[in-house]
């Protein structure tokens, strides 16, 4: 009468398993939220208000604007580069969907997380009703690939061109981290288009994959055999780089169109390192969406 049986033992494990995750998650969630209040809080104590809304006051309209429309524009690039990106995937979506798309996802990581907001939203309205679902993923992670690369080179070259004092001790601090982001990335699209370093990391995963039973082995072996979608693509992989080169020089325009609404005596060099350095750390994830980080 007060014993378990074996079905009631097996459920009770993966509700209460269940639950752990739901915890963890809340926690993470809840420590992000923190951050970033932390982060403004602290910004917020340094602001001069009255400063701040006499600036605001006197914005250039024509060049905010102008800027008004540059996202617009950045919406289009990047729909274009998943419409190339998806190709492999056997997902297909014409590009004004995906224009579409982009837009409701932006809506979305208004208030959702950045994962919720641009990843899940993505994936669901881009594969509804389609085959390829599980490709797509790889997809994602693959343009999102793309934008760091680039991200990491322009970050590097606006810094040393800048060349002063300030941008030479960032530099020096973050050089090795963009050094390793990008030789991690040339590693993987070296391996996504020679075939010998492909078939050589396929080897070296179903000996370890024999070797060890381990279902995060399995989990690895199968997410990198996803990438399997973009073996040889050369073309794919020049015109998504080609296109988030594109994006972040319209990102930086933008950015500059808005320092001269406001008057602000920067040129378009440091506006371009400063941008790259506060995306850069943005896309951390240590806060709700950058929220705190960004303004900090």
């Known amino acids: 009468m007060f014993g378990y049986s074996l079905q009631d033992a097996f459920f009770l494990k993966i509700w209460s398993s269940a639950k752990l995750k739901t915890f963890q998650m809340s926690y993470k969630f809840l420590i992000k939220v923190v951050i970033s209040l932390f982060f403004l809080i602290g910004v917020s104590l340094k602001i001069d208000f009255a400063s701040l809304l006499k600036a605001l006051l006197s914005i250039d309209l024509k060049y905010y604007l102008i800027s008004l429309l540059i996202p617009i524009a950045n919406n289009i690039v990047l729909a274009q580069k998943y419409k190339i990106a998806m190709k492999p995937s056997g997902v297909h979506q014409p590009l004004s969907n995906l224009i579409k798309i982009n837009f409701i996802c932006h809506f979305y990581s208004m208030f959702l997380s950045s994962f919720i907001g641009q990843s899940v939203v993505r994936w669901h309205m881009s594969t509804k009703n389609q085959e390829g679902r599980i490709k797509f993923i790889a997809v994602m992670f693959f343009e999102r690939s793309t934008f760091f690369f680039i991200l990491l080179l322009a970050l590097t070259v606006t ?3 800048s060349a002063n004092q300030i941008t030479d001790k960032i530099f020096d601090t973050v050089y090795p981290f963009l050094l390793t982001g990008m030789s991690c990335l040339i590693i993987f699209y070296s391996y996504l288009n020679f075939t010998f370093f492909f078939n050589f990391a396929k080897r070296v995963l179903i000996i ?3 070797k060890n039973t381990f279902i995060i082995l399995t989990k690895l072996n199968s997410f990198i055999n996803s990438f399997s979608i ?13 296109l988030s080169i594109v994006w972040h020089l319209f990102f930086l325009f933008r950015v500059y169109l808005l320092v001269l ?7 378009f060099i440091n506006i371009s390192w400063m941008a790259s350095f506060v995306l850069f750390f943005q896309i951390l994830p240590i806060s709700f969406n950058g929220i705190g980080v960004r303004e900090a």
């Open 159 to 161: 810094l040393k061109i």
């Open 261 to 267: 609404s406001l008057a602000i005596p920067l040129d």
């Open 208 to 210: 370890i994959k024999k």
């Open 230 to 242: 973009f073996e040889g693509k050369l073309n794919i992989l020049t015109s998504t780089l080609f």
